[in-house]
C-alpha cells in the first residue's frame, strides 16, 4: 500500500491536463479530498457541463444527494461535487475540474455495483447518456455509458440479435462490462467484455479517447476487465449474437430438500455443454408481504436454468433435477429473452445489500457438503442469498480479443447477500465469511471482478486478477492514471512507488500511451522484479 503513487508525499495540487496541448510531466501526488470548492471555479463548470452540477453543502444539496443516490441503499455517497454528464464533452469538463481542483473522480451509473461511499472528489453521473444505436448489419450496438441492459435487449431483439446481458436488466451495461460480466449466454458466448470492440473513454488528463484494439491496445486490454481503473468511459461498441431459441426459468424446493437437490444439481452440472447456463440460491427471503406465500420466511432452494433450444430438448435435460425431489414452482418454459429477468427474479427496486463473492475451481461432494453445513437447512443464517454459478464453457476460454477479465479460470462462482442494514453491520459479514471460510478449500485464487462486492482493501481488489494481469494492469494504470484519480470503487493501484515516480523519465508522457514503447516495457519489468519479489516472500 505504501507504494502507491505518492502515498509518501503530502498531497499537492495537480495540474489541469489540457486535452489539445502536450501533458504535462507527472506529479507524483493523490488527489486530496476536499469537502468544498471556490464557487467562482464550481460557476466556470456550470457554464461548461450541459447537465447539472451539483455541491454539497450549498443550496442545491438535496439535488446533489438526489443524483448521487445508489441503487444500493446500503451506500450513500458524499462527494463534494456531481456532475451529471450528458455528453462526453461534459465529461471532459468534469474530468479537467477535478484535476485542476486536485480532486478525486468516481463514476454512477446505476450504482447497483455501490459498494463503499464516495464522499469527496467529484461523481460523474452518467444515467442521461443512454443512447443505443444498433447496427443490424455488423452485429453490433454504440451504447451510453448510462444504458441499462433492458435498452439494448429491446433495440437489438427486432434485429434477431441479443447483447452478453447478466441476471437483471435493470444492472448498468458499463460498469457490468468493465467488470467482465456474466449471463444467461455467457457459457456459450463467453463474458460481456469478450465483446467489446472499442471504448470511448475520458482519462486522467481529461482527454477523450477512442480505444480499440489497434489505437491504444494496452488500454483496450485492461479497460476490459480493469472496470473503472482508467477513466469514465462515455459509449462502448458491442458485438450482439443472434438471439436464441430459449427454454428458461426456475425450479423451486423447499428447504429440507437442500442436500438431494444440491448434490444432484452438482452431478448434473458436470453433464451440460455450452447450451445451457445454470445457477443455483439458497434463498432465505423475509416473512413479508412481497414475497410469494411459500417461499415467505423460510429456507427455499431456487435453481436457474437457461438453455439455449427447444422446451423439448430441455424437458429431457431437466429430468434428473424435476425427479430428485417434489418442487414449489416450476416455471422453465419457452420464453423469449426480452423475458430473461424471469430467471433469476433478482430485486427490481432499489434495496440495502452488503455482498461478498468468490471464485471456485471445482465443486465436488465434499464442497457441497461444506456448504450445507454452514448454510443449509439447520444453519441461521442473516443472509438472504448464497448462490452458486456454472461457470465454464466460452468463459474458460482465450476470447478473440484478448482481455483483462478475472476469475475464467473458475470453475463456479459464490455470492453471498444480506441485507445491508445498521442492525446488521457486524452479522451480514461475519455469516458471509463464514460461508466463504467454509468453502475456502475449493475457492480459487483468481475473483470475477463483478462478485467482489464490498470488498475494499486495494491490495486485496488487486489479488483478485492473476499475476501476470495484475502486473499489466497496474502497469497500465501508472502510465494512464498515475496520479490515482480513479481510485473509488474496485480499481487496481497504479504499481510504481513514490521513488520510481520522481523519475519522470520513465513515466513518460500520457500522449504516448498509444505506443507500446520503451516506457511501458521499463514498467513491464518494475512490476515483474516487484511481484517475483513478493513470490518469495
Ligand atoms: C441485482 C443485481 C444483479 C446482478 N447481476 C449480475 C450478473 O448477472 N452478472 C454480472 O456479471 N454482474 C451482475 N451484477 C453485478 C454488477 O454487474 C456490478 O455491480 C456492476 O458494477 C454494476 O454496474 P452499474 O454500472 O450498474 O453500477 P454502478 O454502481 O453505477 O457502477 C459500479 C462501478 O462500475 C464502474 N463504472 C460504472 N460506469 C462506468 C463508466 N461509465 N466508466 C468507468 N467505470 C464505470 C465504476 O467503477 C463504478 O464504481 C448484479 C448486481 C446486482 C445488484
Given at each position: 500500500?505504501?507504494?502507491?503513487?505518492?502515498?509518501?508525499?503530502?498531497?499537492?495540487?495537480?495540474q489541469?491536463?489540457?486535452?489539445?496541448?502536450?501533458?504535462?510531466?507527472?506529479?507524483p501526488?493523490?488527489?486530496?479530498?476536499?469537502?468544498?470548492?471556490?464557487?467562482?471555479v464550481?460557476?466556470r463548470?456550470?457554464?461548461?457541463?450541459?447537465?447539472?452540477?451539483?455541491?454539497?453543502?450549498?443550496?442545491?444539496?438535496?439535488?446533489?444527494?438526489?443524483?448521487?443516490?445508489?441503487?444500493?441503499?446500503?451506500?450513500?455517497?458524499r462527494?463534494?461535487?456531481?456532475?451529471?454528464?450528458?455528453?462526453?464533452?461534459?465529461?471532459?469538463?468534469?474530468?479537467?475540474?477535478?484535476?485542476?481542483?486536485?480532486?478525486?473522480?468516481?463514476?454512477?451509473?446505476?450504482?447497483?455495483?455501490?459498494?463503499?461511499?464516495?464522499?469527496?472528489?467529484?461523481?460523474?453521473?452518467?444515467?442521461?447518456?443512454?443512447?443505443?444505436?444498433?447496427?443490424?448489419?455488423?452485429?453490433?450496438?454504440?451504447?451510453?455509458?448510462?444504458?441499462?441492459?433492458?435498452?439494448?435487449?429491446?433495440?437489438?431483439a427486432?434485429?434477431?440479435?441479443?447483447?452478453?446481458?447478466?441476471?437483471?436488466?435493470?444492472?448498468?451495461?458499463?460498469?457490468?462490462?468493465?467488470?467482465?460480466?456474466?449471463g444467461?449466454?455467457?457459457?456459450?458466448?463467453?463474458?460481456?467484455?469478450?465483446?467489446?470492440?472499442?471504448l470511448?473513454?475520458?482519462?486522467?488528463?481529461?482527454?477523450?479517447?477512442?480505444?480499440?484494439?489497434?489505437?491504444?491496445?494496452?488500454l483496450?486490454?485492461?479497460?476490459?476487465?480493469?472496470?473503472?481503473?482508467?477513466?469514465?468511459?462515455t459509449?462502448?461498441?458491442?458485438d450482439?449474437?443472434?438471439?436464441?431459441?430459449?427454454?428458461?426459468?426456475?425450479?423451486?424446493?423447499?428447504?429440507?430438500?437442500?442436500?438431494?437437490?444440491?448434490?444432484?444439481?452438482?452431478?448434473?452440472?458436470?453433464?451440460?455443454?455450452?447450451?445451457?447456463?445454470?445457477?443455483?440460491?439458497?434463498?432465505?427471503?423475509?416473512?413479508?408481504?412481497?414475497?410469494?406465500?411459500?417461499?415467505?420466511?423460510?429456507?427455499?432452494?431456487?435453481?436457474?436454468?437457461?438453455?439455449?433450444?427447444?422446451q423439448?430438448?430441455?424437458?429431457?435435460?431437466?429430468?434428473?433435477?424435476?425427479?430428485?425431489?417434489?418442487?414449489?414452482?416450476?416455471?422453465?418454459?419457452?420464453?423469449?429473452?426480452?423475458?430473461?429477468?424471469?430467471?433469476?427474479?433478482?430485486?427490481?427496486?432499489?434495496?440495502p445489500?452488503?455482498?461478498?463473492?468468490?471464485?471456485?475451481?471445482?465443486?465436488?461432494?465434499?464442497?457441497?457438503?461444506?456448504?450445507?453445513?454452514?448454510?443449509?437447512?439447520?444453519?441461521?443464517?442473516?443472509?438472504?442469498?448464497?448462490?452458486?454459478?456454472?461457470?465454464?464453457?466460452?468463459?474458460?476460454?482465450?476470447?478473440?480479443?484478448?482481455?483483462?477479465?478475472?476469475?475464467?479460470?473458475?470453475?463456479?462462482?459464490?455470492?453471498?447477500?444480506?441485507?445491508?442494514?445498521?442492525?446488521?453491520?457486524?452479522?451480514?459479514?461475519?455469516?458471509?465469511?463464514?460461508?466463504?471460510?467454509?468453502?475456502?478449500?475449493?475457492?480459487?485464487r483468481?475473483?470475477?471482478?463483478?462478485?467482489?462486492?464490498?470488498l475494499?482493501?486495494?491490495?486485496?481488489?488487486?489479488?483478485?486478477?492473476?499475476?501476470?494481469?495484475?502486473?499489466?494492469?497496474?502497469?497500465?494504470?501508472?502510465?494512464?492514471?498515475?496520479?490515482?484519480?480513479?481510485?473509488?470503487?474496485?480499481?487496481v493501484?497504479?504499481?510504481?512507488?513514490?521513488?520510481?515516480?520522481?523519475?519522470?523519465?520513465?513515466?513518460?508522457?500520457?500522449?504516448?500511451?498509444?505506443?507500446?514503447?520503451?516506457?511501458?516495457?521499463?514498467?513491464?519489468?518494475?512490476?515483474?522484479?516487484?511481484?517475483?519479489?513478493?513470490?518469495?516472500?
Amino acid at each position: 500500500m505504501s507504494e502507491i503513487a505518492g502515498a509518501a508525499q503530502p498531497a499537492q495540487p495537480a495540474q489541469p491536463a489540457q486535452p489539445a496541448q502536450p501533458a504535462q510531466p507527472a506529479q507524483p501526488s493523490a488527489p486530496r479530498r476536499a469537502s468544498r470548492c471556490d464557487p467562482a471555479v464550481v460557476r466556470r463548470l456550470r457554464t461548461a457541463v450541459h447537465g447539472p452540477v451539483l455541491v454539497r453543502d450549498a443550496d442545491d444539496d438535496a439535488a446533489l444527494q438526489l443524483e448521487a443516490a445508489a441503487w444500493n441503499l446500503a451506500t450513500t455517497h458524499r462527494p463534494t461535487v456531481v456532475v451529471g454528464a450528458t455528453c462526453a464533452a461534459d465529461v471532459v469538463a468534469a474530468v479537467r475540474f477535478a484535476r485542476a481542483e486536485g480532486l478525486a473522480v468516481a463514476v454512477q451509473g446505476t450504482g447497483h455495483g455501490a459498494s463503499s461511499p464516495f464522499c469527496d472528489g467529484v461523481l460523474v453521473t452518467t444515467r442521461r447518456m443512454a443512447e443505443v444505436t444498433v447496427d443490424a448489419e455488423r452485429r453490433t450496438a454504440r451504447v451510453g455509458a448510462g444504458a441499462v441492459w433492458r435498452d439494448v435487449v429491446a433495440a437489438a431483439a427486432p434485429h434477431g440479435l441479443a447483447p452478453l446481458s447478466g441476471s437483471a436488466s435493470g444492472v448498468g451495461v458499463a460498469g457490468f462490462t468493465l467488470g467482465g460480466g456474466i449471463g444467461l449466454l455467457s457459457r456459450k458466448h463467453g463474458f460481456a467484455a469478450d465483446h467489446v470492440r472499442s471504448l470511448d473513454v475520458v482519462t486522467a488528463d481529461a482527454r477523450l479517447r477512442h480505444v480499440d484494439a489497434r489505437t491504444e491496445p494496452d488500454l483496450f486490454w485492461a479497460l476490459r476487465g480493469g472496470k473503472g481503473s482508467f477513466g469514465v468511459v462515455t459509449a462502448l461498441e458491442l458485438d450482439l449474437v443472434e438471439l436464441p431459441e430459449l427454454t428458461a426459468g426456475a425450479i423451486v424446493y423447499a428447504g429440507e430438500h437442500a442436500a438431494t437437490v444440491l448434490h444432484t444439481w452438482r452431478e448434473w452440472c458436470g453433464s451440460l455443454t455450452d447450451d445451457t447456463s445454470t445457477s443455483v440460491a439458497l434463498l432465505r427471503l423475509p416473512d413479508a408481504p412481497m414475497v410469494p406465500e411459500q417461499l415467505r420466511g423460510v429456507l427455499t432452494l431456487h435453481v436457474r436454468v437457461a438453455h439455449l433450444g427447444a422446451q423439448a430438448e430441455a424437458d429431457r435435460l431437466l429430468e434428473p433435477l424435476r425427479s430428485c425431489a417434489p418442487s414449489l414452482v416450476d416455471d422453465v418454459v419457452a420464453r423469449p429473452y426480452t423475458d430473461a429477468d424471469a430467471v433469476h427474479r433478482d430485486p427490481v427496486d432499489p434495496s440495502p445489500s452488503w455482498e461478498l463473492g468468490a471464485g471456485l475451481t471445482a465443486l465436488d461432494r465434499d464442497a457441497v457438503d461444506a456448504l450445507l453445513a454452514v448454510a443449509g437447512p439447520t444453519a441461521r443464517l442473516p443472509l438472504v442469498v448464497v448462490e452458486l454459478r456454472l461457470m465454464g464453457g466460452a468463459m474458460g476460454r482465450e476470447p478473440e480479443r484478448p482481455n483483462a477479465v478475472a476469475g475464467r479460470d473458475t470453475a463456479f462462482s459464490l455470492m453471498t447477500i444480506g441485507p445491508g442494514v445498521p442492525a446488521l453491520r457486524d452479522a451480514v459479514p461475519a455469516a458471509a465469511r463464514a460461508v466463504h471460510e467454509a468453502l475456502s478449500p475449493w475457492r480459487s485464487r483468481t475473483t470475477l471482478t463483478n462478485w467482489l462486492g464490498h470488498l475494499d482493501d486495494r491490495e486485496a481488489v488487486c489479488a483478485s486478477w492473476t499475476f501476470d494481469q495484475q502486473a499489466r494492469l497496474r502497469a497500465t494504470k501508472t502510465l494512464v492514471d498515475p496520479w490515482d484519480v480513479f481510485s473509488h470503487g474496485h480499481s487496481v493501484l497504479p504499481s510504481v512507488s513514490a521513488a520510481d515516480l520522481a523519475d519522470t523519465e520513465l513515466l513518460g508522457e500520457p500522449d504516448r500511451l498509444g505506443a507500446p514503447t520503451a516506457v511501458g516495457a521499463r514498467y513491464w519489468d518494475v512490476h515483474q522484479a516487484r511481484w517475483a519479489r513478493r513470490r518469495q516472500r
